[in-house]
Each structure stands twice: as structure tokens, then as C-alpha cells.
């Protein structure tokens, strides 16, 4: 059986919920889900309830988190529009990053104004970087931030083939950026939204069939420096309502996502595992531990099924397509933490990558 040892799977973009969304999903379960995709670490975005945005709720999250995790993560604080970014000398050490939501999506951190964005550009100093989350011509605004203050910034779920021409001059003209694109962009289009109907609804939303095609490119081209998740768990009840909750799980789909693109000729496998491990770890800054890997076991090839996965939410917006690459273990600071089918780890034996605890 073809095995390969990928060397610290990080996803650096999921919501984790827990605190007063702990009804769609906890520290805890999520961080096993994540175990059981394959991974050594996450980190958790600042739009939860209540939101990341002040010194207390950072410190009462940072305890929590640390109690329940079974894996290594780490938490992003928000820039709130009340600016809160007299806190930032006080948090930065503790966190891998600065959130700015640029565009309306789940939570209330959303920041419309110019002048309230180039506050939170001038107030963050810290070398841990600024993550956005930026569609269309908003990623344009942001970009002119990035020149003026030259802030390490990171392109988070970028979804059009309007975005990847704006940020592949911007990298060719030398900016500090980076780029993450999700399984969801990569392998569904509007043409799946029939099918799907809410289970299909996230932000960005789902594009056509040729950004999608500007999306595989960009990767195969270097635009694209690694696979994110944006792993959001909702309710089924959250998505059947009315108004449905955008967002849709991924934790233990994106690995076999990609390992079926490799099989299918689309990208080459080191890529592909570059893309989950040794390039998040380069633009976070992460120093891989020793004795912490993934093996995944190549020639396996199934369908997913939701009463397979792990994480709380019960669904995935994949739920029929063929994938490849199953987890026969995971390692992390030398422990087993998966044996390919239960997670080993207890709750609170995963640490913070970033700083400790105060
Ligand atoms: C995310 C969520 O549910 O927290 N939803 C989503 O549709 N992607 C928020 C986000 O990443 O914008
Ligand atoms: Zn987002
Ligand atoms: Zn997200």
C-alpha cells in the first residue's frame, strides 16, 4: 500500500464556534475533526460569539481553547469597528494573526470604511501578519494598504479570476502577500447550487466554471501559496432556514480533495502537500516540530458520507464525490493522535503555537 508522510499539516483558516455557538460545534470536536483530516494544527478565526476583539474575551478563549484542543492551534484577534487597536500591543504575542473583514459574512466584525481599515493597517506593528477577508474590488482597496504600510498580508478564500489577475501583479510588483484558496472554490461552481441549494452557500460565494479554471491555473502557476479550509460548521436547521447561515465544513475533505486532484493528473503531489504543510509553516512563521507528521495512504479511494466524518455539524457540501487518500495516522510532538480510526489525544493536550497562555 503506497504510503506518504506529510510533515505538519496546518490549516490556518477555520471556525472552530465553541463559547455561545457551542450548539453548531466546540473546541474540542472540531479539533478532532481536524486530527482526523490529517492535521497537525488550526487556527481559529475572531468572528465568533462574542468576538475575539478585546484583551479579556482573547484571554477567556485562550483558556478555553487550551483545555479543550486536541490538537495544536492558534487564534486570530479581530479588528473590531469600535477600533480596538489601542489593544494590539497587549495581544500580538499571543495570537497568529490580525483579522479584517472586509465584506459582509458571518459575525459582526464587517469594516466598510476606509479610514477604519487604514487605522488597523498603521496600528498593527506586530511581525505576525494581517489575514483579510477581501472579494472583487475590495481586494483592490486593500492591496493600496498593503503598499502604503507593507504589512505581511495574506488573501484569505480568494474565489474569481478578477482576483487572482489583481493579486498576480501584486506579487510581481513585490508586495508582502499570500494567497489561500479553499477546496469549495476548487471543486464546485454555481452549476452545483441546484443540487446543493443552502449547503452550498458560503462566502465568497460559488463562481462560475471559469474562475474556477483561473483558480487551478493559479495554482499550477505559484499565485497560490497553500489550501485553506474556511472549515464553518452551521447547523443543518441553520442551513435549511429562511435566511441560511453561510459557510460549509471541510477539515476532513480538503486533504483527499487534493490528493484526487494528483491522481487525476491536476497538480503534482509535492505540490499538493506543500500547499497543506511546508507553506503555511513558512508564511506563519512556524518552526515544524519534530515527530509530527501525517501518513496518508495514496491508493485509497472512497466516497464521502456524512456519517463518516467527525466534525459536530453532521454534513459536507462533497457528500457523494469520490476522493482519494486515506489517514492512517497522525503524530504530533512524537504522540500518536490517530490511529485511522479514533482520535488518541485527550482534550487539552493541544498547545498554542503562538506564545503561551497568559
Ligand atoms: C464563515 C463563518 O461561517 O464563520 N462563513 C463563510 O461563509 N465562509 C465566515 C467567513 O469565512 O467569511
Ligand atoms: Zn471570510
Ligand atoms: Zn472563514
Wanted: glycine share 6%; aromatic share 8%; with cysteine.
Amino acid at each position: 500500500m503506497p504510503q506518504i508522510k506529510i510533515h505538519g499539516m496546518i490549516d490556518p483558516h477555520t471556525h472552530l464556534r465553541d463559547l455561545d455557538w457551542s450548539h453548531k460545534a466546540t473546541f474540542a470536536s472540531e479539533t478532532k475533526a481536524a486530527i482526523a483530516g490529517g492535521y497537525w494544527a488550526v487556527f481559529d478565526m475572531p468572528n465568533t460569539a462574542p468576538s475575539t476583539i478585546d484583551d479579556a474575551r482573547l484571554t477567556d478563549k485562550l483558556a478555553r481553547i487550551d483545555r479543550a484542543a486536541h490538537c495544536d492551534w492558534g487564534l486570530y484577534f479581530g479588528a473590531s469597528q469600535t477600533d480596538n487597536s489601542a489593544e494590539y500591543e497587549r495581544i500580538a504575542s499571543r495570537v497568529c494573526g490580525l483579522k479584517i473583514y472586509n465584506n459582509s459574512t458571518t459575525g459582526d466584525l464587517l469594516i466598510e470604511s476606509s479610514a477604519l481599515r487604514e487605522r488597523h493597517y498603521r496600528a498593527w506593528t506586530s511581525n505576525r501578519l494581517i489575514a483579510v477577508h477581501a472579494e472583487g474590488e475590495t481586494v483592490a482597496n486593500i492591496l493600496d494598504l498593503v503598499r502604503k504600510y507593507r504589512q505581511p498580508t495574506h488573501f484569505l478564500h480568494i474565489s474569481s479570476e478578477f482576483e487572482i489577475k489583481l493579486l498576480t501583479e501584486a506579487k510581481q510588483d513585490g508586495l508582502p502577500i499570500t494567497v489561500g484558496v479553499c477546496p469549495h472554490h476548487l471543486f464546485l461552481s454555481e452549476d452545483d447550487l441546484p443540487t446543493l441549494g443552502p449547503y452550498g452557500m458560503m462566502k465568497p460565494e460559488l463562481k462560475r466554471k471559469s474562475d474556477q479554471r483561473a483558480l487551478w491555473r493559479a495554482i499550477r502557476l505559484g499565485v497560490v501559496d497553500i489550501i485553506e479550509s474556511d472549515h464553518a460548521p452551521h447547523t443543518k436547521a441553520e442551513k435549511e432556514a429562511d435566511e441560511p447561515a453561510f459557510g460549509v465544513p471541510g477539515l476532513e475533505t480538503t486533504l483527499p480533495l487534493m490528493m484526487q486532484a494528483v491522481k487525476d493528473g491536476r497538480l503534482p503531489l509535492q505540490k499538493a502537500c506543500d500547499m497543506v504543510s511546508r507553506n503555511v509553516q513558512r508564511i506563519w512563521r512556524i518552526t515544524p516540530l519534530p515527530k509530527t507528521y501525517t501518513v496518508v495512504d495514496t491508493d485509497h479511494t472512497y466516497l464521502v458520507e456524512r456519517e463518516k466524518l467527525v466534525t459536530m455539524c453532521g454534513w459536507s457540501p462533497f457528500e457523494g464525490m469520490r476522493v482519494t487518500g486515506k489517514v492512517v495516522e497522525v503524530w504530533i510532538r512524537g504522540h500518536k493522535v490517530y490511529d485511522g480510526e479514533r482520535v488518541l489525544s485527550e482534550s487539552g493536550f493541544g498547545r498554542n503555537l503562538f506564545g503561551f497562555v497568559a
